[in-house]
């Protein structure tokens, strides 16, 4: 909302938290903790919606939707596309439907969080074969804050996510858990001597645990095999470092892993250097 | 040896590459290729010796230093302590050795990645209980860069280290992997789509595989208990997820863990900001 509203598009908006629309509210925004009272003014101006929730919230906003919006144009920006197509085509609203999701975020959380920067050269994904009218009207909106386009089906991009986002939720979540557990050498003094290995490694652990539940359960056939292919990978590692005291297969693969990575990024992206 | 530099004190090198040799004396630097030269410079000026080689390399470069130096003050900045501790005493040099480990670094090799600044606001572990004019030596060397000073044992830094340190570069690695496996969802358009969270989740996996296998290998020990827990943790997280469809238990325990890893480092550190 502050992105668009920082490229001078007209733009208004809803949110559950009373304290969050007094926040935006104080800098200036135009923003509703009334429902019903939003979405009608979204049909009445044919305004394109975009629903920003967790995904367990999306099924109870879409019966509201139904009620006083059901001819508005529509799209999501929630983190996993299956089950939102599905709920949406569930719910009747498949045929203004183009789904969405900007590649773009932080660990942190409310209104304070916001940055009408956040999705400048991001990718923003967005479904492909959807109504020709929505999904132009959703590209625009990506386009105008800075994103690029990527096209794609649900289930691609939802074991993309899995792969690029979710499991390194948790892999970051795992990874913090052993820094503070004492009986294998954690702690406040492991934790004091903690350098950009660690920080960056566990940074996404500080997101909302709630948001983080929300994409790994709302993708969870995506997310379990890839949580497998991680366990494998950290099991054999285990198993050649005991037996012949080496971490060779693992590190040469993953470095050029990562090498590829970063090419493929040189390539779509303007490519963005880490902090040290 | 450019943070000395940079901090104006007296300070002259050696490595085994002529290429980096040749780099550091096109900055202006008194690098030798020539180690008996080196050392016997000084043994006559001396000077305070740090290793700065992969623990693999460390025996050997003792071998020469009993030859050529055996009265010189004596550190090392090598990531593991006990395995350095014991090849320096093997060697006979315990006496006038404090080995010592600053907590700062990249993911980048060679002398064009050098950076007079990477010390400033670190911790410098420094092994207690040792010669106090090396110690005293070794301290004032930390503290000229920037870096302040934690004292402990081998033993203790070593699992603290694998902890913070090692065992994240292996997770890394691992995570790096995953982003280009197709059987699960990564591949060229998975990466196109990577944010912050697979890009800080990854980062070290640029890390020269012959430096991590250093540090993994040098402090198997340490290493292993560390790397069960991290398995032990993703694999209860895949049995929540399969069998109850939640990840509750590993992103709370997780999110506290990295809530207590910023408090503690508040209170030691200057707070450093991740990026986005």
């Known amino acids: ?52 929730v967790p995904v367990y919230a999306v099924a109870e906003l879409l019966s509201v939707i139904v009620e006083y919006a059901p001819q508005c144009a529509l799209t999501d920006v929630v983190s996993v596309k299956e089950e939102v197509q599905a709920l949406v085509e569930a719910a009747g609203l498949g045929d203004r439907f ?62 993309a996510v899995a792969c690029i986002s979710h499991v390194p939720h948790l892999v970051a979540s795992a990874l913090a858990t052993t820094g503070v557990e004492e009986s294998i050498g954690g702690g406040d003094l492991a934790l004091q001597l903690a350098a950009g290995s660690f920080r960056d490694g566990t940074r996404v652990a500080g997101t909302s645990p709630s948001l983080v539940r929300s994409m790994c359960e709302g993708n969870r056939r ?47 992206d303007e490519p963005t250097e880490p902090a040290d």
């Open 1 to 52: 909302m502050r992105a668009l509203a920082a490229a001078e598009v007209p733009v208004f908006g809803w949110n559950r938290s009373e304290a969050t629309v007094e926040a935006a509210h104080a800098d200036g925004f135009d923003v509703y903790n009334d429902l019903p009272e939003t979405l009608l003014r979204a049909a009445e101006e044919d305004a394109l919606i975009v629903l920003g």
């Open 98 to 159: 183009v789904g969405s999701h900007p590649m773009a975020g932080n660990e942190y959380s409310g209104w304070q969080s916001t940055d009408s920067r956040l999705f400048e050269g991001a990718p923003w994904v967005v479904m492909a074969d959807g109504d020709p009218e929505v999904t132009e009207r959703v590209q625009c909106m990506a386009v105008t804050v800075g994103a690029h386009i990527v096209e794609t089906d649900p289930v691609t991009h939802d074991g």
């Open 222 to 268: 995506a997310v379990l095999p890839v949580l497998g292919h991680m366990i494998e990978e950290l099991q054999a590692c285990y198993r050649e470092l005991w037996s012949e005291g080496t971490v060779a297969d693992l590190t040469a693969r993953g470095n050029a892993a990562h090498a590829h990575y970063k090419e493929v990024k040189r390539h779509t």
